[in-house]
């Protein structure tokens, strides 16, 4: 027989469910406060059990309010997503969640809409907001706001977004009213609670959003700090792509018997995007990026870097050679951030250059274009960027520039992809600008030979005879392979005129 768990909200089938066949009774929204259907269990199993994703295949059999169900409505979901079916009725229940799902799968709705929920009833006091979102980077937590925003907009809660770049008079502001969902990164958190502009005493829910960036990013350390500083009776949702043993381990540090919600990583390039990979010396790479670029239709284009440095000397490169780009990266401010995302939302430009960091939380459903400048050192990373084309059936183009150096790299991605990435023909553009780069720097080389054979030649023909009277002229007058002045022969011819013997040594 299928068992039930009985949580301190509303029921929750953990292990399996009812046969197909079977009914359920009708749902009773009026009495219970979070809408929950009840089951009926069989007293047979004729049929073979399925599992519990198979359950919940409507948001209406998650027991989500009304309010929150009229929302997500309007925007036209009625299918969870298998990470959004495991995680709200654990989060409802108020256990402290572990989630392991890649970006795309979701996972942001999974704990945005049970919160609204549980944050309906009550009030926020002034600088004590009664639940926290970290998340690594300003774009992922403009994102999050954006989910409280569209789904909550039938419940009463204010909310604060605390990110770097952005007026801190305007968040202090914002604090001192009261705020239900507080989203911040870690960096301008800090630096609020040090000026004393916000207390995190009333926290009751606690969510960490992109652990596995925060890991590499450095912001492991003030997440710690941040989670210190909270009462150890709270609710903690804690959400990673990864799982090794520095995150595994943090994981222990901040969870009480959380429940494991594990959505299978399925690290499969789409079929609608067509891959390529251009191997060439490194000073080639960015003129076969510009041969890519104007040999493809490119509507608009992704261009990743590894770091900010090299973003911001690709962008220069390209709006050089005419090509309309913008950059984007973390240390520019909120506001030119802000502006050129809207440039290229807007098809004001057409080309992105972007690291990883800063491109996460974008959300552009049309790009025809992804070219990789550099190779992702992590095989995840590949997959997330080919994946911002080929959208929606719509057929995409991704593009990678290697070098004999990332061998490892491109051999971790193929490994992962479980297929090699098609290599373009070595007559390709990248070969071409090898060898046209190799003829213009022999012909140069040759010019600079003929020159100096020249200027050697004039200066052997401008030597005295044997036995002159001028004597031999100085070098030391003039620059190399050029005849001496007309002062230093002067010189020796008087020194040759008061010594006859000198001047007539062999």
Request: proline letters at 7%.
């Amino acid at each position: 027989m299928p068992s039930l768990a009985r949580g301190t909200r509303a029921p929750v089938v953990l292990n399996f469910t009812c046969p197909a066949s079977l009914e359920t009774r009708p749902r009773d929204y009026g009495n219970h406060p979070r809408g929950m259907p009840q089951v009926r269990v069989p007293s047979f199993a004729e049929e073979p059990l399925q599992p519990v994703d198979r359950l919940f295949m409507r948001f209406a059999d998650l027991g989500l309010s009304p309010e929150t169900l009229k929302a997500i409505e309007e925007v036209g979901y009625t299918t969870p997503t298998p990470i959004q079916a495991q995680a709200i009725p654990v989060v409802q229940q108020g256990r402290d969640v572990l989630g392991i799902a890649q970006t795309g799968t979701g996972k942001t709705a999974s704990f945005t809409l049970p919160m609204i929920d549980i944050l309906a009833s009550g009030r926020a006091k002034a600088r004590m907001p009664r639940s926290l979102i970290l998340a690594p980077t300003r774009e992922l937590a403009s994102q999050v706001a954006d989910n409280f925003t569209l789904y909550g907009k039938y419940q009463k809660l204010s909310m604060a977004l605390l990110i770097g770049g952005e007026s801190m008079g305007e968040q202090q502001k914002a604090l001192d009213r009261g705020v239900d969902v507080l989203i911040a990164t870690p960096g301008r958190l800090i630096d609020l609670f040090e000026r004393g502009s916000i207390l995190l005493r009333d926290v009751k829910v606690l969510v960490i959003d992109e652990a596995d960036r925060m890991l590499d990013m450095g912001f492991i350390p003030d997440v710690e700090r941040i989670v210190s500083l909270l009462p150890k009776m709270r609710q903690t949702l804690f959400f990673s792509a990864t799982m090794d043993k520095e995150i595994r381990r943090l994981a222990d540090a901040f969870l009480m018997n959380p429940k494991e919600v594990r959505v299978e990583q399925t690290q499969k390039a789409a079929d609608t995007v067509e891959q390529g990979l251009v191997v060439v010396s490194h000073h080639d790479k960015r003129e076969s990026l510009r041969h890519l670029l104007r040999r493809e239709d490119v509507a608009n284009a992704f261009i990743f870097c590894n770091r900010k440095r090299d973003v911001d000397i690709l962008h220069r490169s390209l709006s050089k050679h005419g090509f309309d780009a913008v950059a984007l990266h973390g240390d520019m401010p909120q506001y030119v951030r802000t502006e050129r995302l809207e440039q290229f939302k807007k098809g004001e430009a057409r080309l992105l250059v972007c690291s990883d960091v800063a491109a996460r939380g974008i959300d552009i459903s049309d790009v025809s274009h992804v070219y990789n400048f550099d190779v992702p050192t992590h095989p995840e990373d590949y997959i997330h960027r080919i994946g911002r084309t080929g959208r929606a059936g719509r057929l995409g183009k991704a593009y990678t520039i290697a070098t004999p150096a990332d061998a490892k790299y491109v051999r971790a991605i193929e490994s992962l992809l479980g297929r090699p990435v098609p290599l373009i023909a070595s007559g390709g553009p990248a070969r071409v600008g090898s060898r046209q780069r190799r003829d213009h720097r022999a012909a140069r080389e040759g010019r600079k030979a003929r020159t100096a054979r020249a200027a050697g030649a004039a200066w052997t023909r401008a030597q005295p005879p044997c036995g002159s009277s001028t004597g031999r002229p100085r070098r030391r007058g003039g620059p190399r392979g050029s005849t001496s002045s007309p002062r230093g022969a002067s010189a020796r011819g008087n020194s040759a005129a008061r010594s006859p013997r000198r001047a007539q040594r062999p």
